[in-house]
């Protein structure tokens, strides 16, 4: 079985069924910061271009619902004594609002981040100013004050739109240990060429090392060495990702990789399990994978799992279910009709990535085009062309059908993709087949011009029969071992 484990879900159920306790090395969580804002996953249209349809990922705000409310009944019901009068102090001061919906939600994730951590491991949280200060008061009430190591603050540069306000360049990551014997690599800056070693009282010994003498009134005269580097502050200056860079994936909240690079070595060593349960666009579980750790992804919808999976199959040509487990997604037919039942956006988001299309959604959930997916393909030299793709969980008839050619045409497509929870009907089958064949002058070769695909045909391996699909997330940098240990960058 995979060490490693990628899971769909919400991280607290998951949490609870199937980390166990002080089972984790290291956890880096990067949750929405309660700022209010729609965070969408970019595609990338053919041409390279950012696509004009997004599909909003999450929204980051919080409400104060019957939900919240159980929730922080559970809170007042399990919690230890100071967790629950600091809570109840909160609603007092804060009220029941958006805000304290928040931190109800991080609260009941953090308590169990704390049970599964070891006693030797650490808990990096990033947040950013909107909540950084609540969230302190929350960690040092959970872990202990006398846990409490760092308020490391990621400064970076960013142009930005002309405000009334200073310009606010960056985010802080609280970190905490679960007890005092923690791990800590502490990360050193090497010395630059006018540092210390340059200056005329220090010399070289046979092994290379700097050094000084050192004398003492009656004793004898000692060597002093001078460190590998300058032990690092908690101030940390690291680019953000920009438009050119090639670990850029679109992904509107992801991190760079140097700086959970510099996490992940400082507090994990190789083998330790890093958990991340906002994985996102699976930045953490990406740099864990390198430097040799163990890893844990949770994210609560399709699309970034999908983006994990993709990232993961091209910087390391892992393979789910080979090289690492996914759980939480379907895996046969029932599985299939449990989600479409629960979630059918999450359902049409999981079944276009079956063929590896791209959901689309224009502006918000509801806004019915007839399109679920896109399907690009190479038409001809030069010339794309796309498929359209609807995708049904409920009843369907040969209305569906005829539905589907009328968006073909609308759309100037060459080919529709109609996937169906249920069998179609004799009529629906006849009917696709009546819409003709789309023909490709460059493979010489017809396509069926309107196809039916079941979830139980996909999931038993079937394809749409276009010419060669083109991808639709942006490549991740393949990652390469070299001789020496370490990984090169394509």
Known sequence: ????????????????????????????????????????????????????AQITAFEDTWHWTEETEKTFAEIISIAPPNVIEMMQS????????????????????LLELKRVLKDTGSLYLHCDPTASHYLKVLMDVIFGKKNFKNEVIWCYRRYTAVSNRFQRLHDVILYYSKGEDTIFNCPLIAYGDKSGKMDS???????????????????????????????????????????????RLGYQ?????????????ASSNEGDVVLDPFGGCGTSIAVAQRLNRRWIGI?????????????????????????????????????AVELATNDRYQFQWWATSLIDARPYMEKKKGADTGIDGLLYYHEDKGVVGKAIVSVKSGNVGVKDIRDLGHVIEREQSGIGIFITLHKPTRNMKEEAARSGLHHSDVFKKDYPRIQILTIEDILSGKRPNTPPVITVFKKAPRVNMVENGSFDFE
């Open 253 to 265: 909240t992801q991190k760079p990789e140097a700086l959970l690079e510099r996490i992940i070595e």
């Open 1 to 52: 079985m995979p060490e490693n484990r990628l899971y769909f879900g919400d991280n607290l159920n998951i949490l609870r069924e199937y980390i166990k306790d002080e089972s984790v090395d290291l956890i880096y969580l990067d949750p929405p910061f309660n700022s209010k804002a729609d965070y969408n996953v970019l595609y990338l249209e053919p041409t390279g271009e950012p696509s004009k």
């Open 201 to 247: 009282h220090y010399k070289q010994d046979e092994d290379g090392r700097w050094f000084r003498w050192q004398k003492r009134k009656g004793e004898e005269p000692y060597k002093i060495y001078l460190s590998e580097g300058v032990r690092l502050g908690d101030w940390w200056d690291i680019p953000i990702i920009n438009a050119s860079a090639k670990e």
């Open 299 to 335: 994210d609560i919808t399709h699309l970034a799992i999908n983006l994990i999976k993709w990232r993961m199959k091209h910087m390391y040509s892992l393979k789910p279910r080979e090289d690492y487990e996914v759980i939480g997604e379907p895996e046969d037919l029932a599985g």
């Open 90 to 109: 909160f609603i007092r001061f804060i009220g029941k609002n958006d805000v304290m919906a928040y931190l109800t939600m991080m609260c009941i994730r």
